[in-house]
């Protein structure tokens, strides 16, 4: 990027942090809306200087009368170009997770006491347009699918924008542009918010054979003993150890999250709803998924093939914890636990990026 443009985007970002601040909701009023010319509307301008010069040239008052009522139909214009976007409201929306390279639609809600109209939304990635290279990571960036456009709004509404992210962790959508062209597309007004939103991405599973559950919880490295087992299983899939000792000492209320496993199914289908297995003794070993063992050459690679793994242990459902480095995730079963996996997948040394 070109140094004299960088130097300036720094500049104006830190202005419009003073003047426009993130918040999950924000209500435009004169101090955060923009309005300039449209391409079409310079050309207007170009047209009714013409008109003028020509009319004063001739002394023509037929030419003057009409380059007069063309630039009292711009000034109209321009007026009801901004009362189009003073007074909108907009929230944030929580967005679901997503894995790496689907499309994630981050959502938001407007709200107006009277009627908009021609209302769009897309992201506001200063530099993209550039004819100079831009950084390689930049290029990498998420790139927009998709910006959505309302035609009016009546009361409240939901406008959407589609990004398609290139890695896991946190997607930040950053600012987005709200901008109206209406009535006549003579005026372009606008506004440049960032609402906070985020989603989490997961890492994109990567198909591997299930690998033997550790027993030692404090495992982190292969032993020789791991090394026979692997040496052993090498090539076929292993068995999943089932055989804990348990003893079933009644029923309870299923709680959401739970293993589908535990579930009474002869009850339910007599009619009593829900309800989950309880054993008095669960005498099972902490089994737990290593990055040490995982496949692949790169970090990326293991931490797809653990992801892989993760959801294919939850679908068995399987008692097993995750151990990565310094991140572990207790032994635990369920949906529940599977999403507490997954959020250490997709976080693990991770930062934060915008889409």
Known sequence: MNPIFRFWQQRADRWLQRRIPPAPRLTLGYRNLFILPSRLGYQYLLLLGALFILGTNYQNNLVLALAYLLLSLFVTALIYAHQNMVGITLSALPTQPHYAGDTVRFCVKLE???????????????????????????????????????????????????????????????RMELSSYYPLGLFKCWSLVDLKQEALIYPRPVACHLQPLVSDPGFDAPSAEASREHNATAGNTPQLRTDNMVELSGLRPHRQGEAMSLIAWKQ????????????????????????????????????????????????????????????????????????QALHALATFRATPYVG
Do not use: D
């Open 112 to 174: 107006s006491p009277s009627p908009r109209h021609a209302l769009q939304l897309r992201p506001y990635r200063p530099g993209h347009t550039r004819a100079w290279p831009l950084h390689k990571e930049r290029r990498q960036q998420n790139r927009l699918v998709l910006h959505e456009e309302l035609a009016t709004l009546e009361l409240s509404a939901t406008l959407g924008m589609l990004l398609t992210p290139w890695r896991r962790g946190l997607l930040q959508t950053g």
């Open 268 to 339: 339910f289908a007599q009619g009593r709803g829900l309800l989950s297995k309880e054993f008095a003794t669960e005498e099972r070993p902490a089994c737990w998924l290593s990055l040490s063992h995982a496949v692949g050459s790169t970090l990326e690679e293991q931490i797809g093939a653990l992801c892989y793994q993760t959801l294919e242990l939850g679908r068995l459902g399987q008692h097993f914890g995750l151990r990565l480095a310094e991140v572990r995730v207790a032994p635990g079963e369920g949906s529940a636990h599977q999403q």
